[in-house]
């Protein structure tokens, strides 16, 4: 019963490595929030960072690098002298447990003989471990946009992925780009949106 799964789940990891040369498509859950009935004039905006994220993010730069292409699709224009609002860029990733994987692996077994005055018996087990070893992760993008005057938040927006995909400077642009779909009047709740990669 266990061979299914890890049949699976070896060629979801084989496709994606060896499907990246071919492209490949990845499902963004995304849910966003808008006070914006259009694209504000002028959509000029500078990027914000967090104290933490100017102290322990080296790579911010290059994650605000990933969000502005999706940013500049959308109708923003940076300008960092005379900005209307502020963007703020966050994403995270995470490796979790494959939804193909066996959730759970013996670990080392043990045996043992006990004998007493009422018999003897023979006695054998093992833990049991969460695996790990399947190549799955777990990640977010988010933006949140604020109008530097009021510092009210004018629009929020965030991506979710699973699934095999190994390169974060691959799949964060994806995710922002799915982030900003709909913009400025995106519809409510979650929704799936399928972006291609490559190919």
Not at 24 to 49: G, H, I, M, N, W
Not at 58 to 78: C, I, K, N, T, Y
Not at 79 to 95: G, I, K, M, P, Y
Not at 137 to 156: C, G, P, Y
Request: glycine share 10%.
């Amino acid at each position: 019963m266990r061979r299914i799964p890890l049949v699976l789940a070896a060629l979801a990891v084989l496709f994606a490595l060896g499907g990246c040369a071919a492209g490949y498509t990845v499902d963004a859950s995304v849910q966003s929030f808008s006070q914006l009935a259009a694209v504000p004039e002028p959509p000029t905006f500078r990027f914000e960072r967090l104290p933490s994220q100017q102290a322990f993010a080296p790579d911010q730069g290059e994650l605000e690098a990933m969000a502005s292409p999706a940013l500049s699709r959308a109708g923003w224009r940076r300008d960092d002298t005379d900005a209307r609002f502020s963007v703020q860029v966050t994403a995270r990733a995470q490796q979790v447990l494959s939804p193909y994987a066996d959730p759970w692996t013996w670990g080392s077994f043990g045996w043992g003989v006990g004998i007493s005055n009422s018999g003897m018996g023979v006695g054998f087990g093992g833990p049991l471990f969460p695996r790990y070893d399947t190549v799955w992760f777990h990640r977010e993008a988010n933006i949140v946009v604020r109008e530097l005057a009021t510092s009210q938040v004018v629009f929020e927006t965030r991506a979710v992925n699973e699934g095999p995909w190994l390169d974060n400077r691959a799949l964060f642009p994806v995710l922002f780009d799915a982030a900003m779909q709909g913009f400025p009047n995106p519809p409510p709740g979650w929704r799936r949106i399928d972006v291609r990669v490559g190919g």
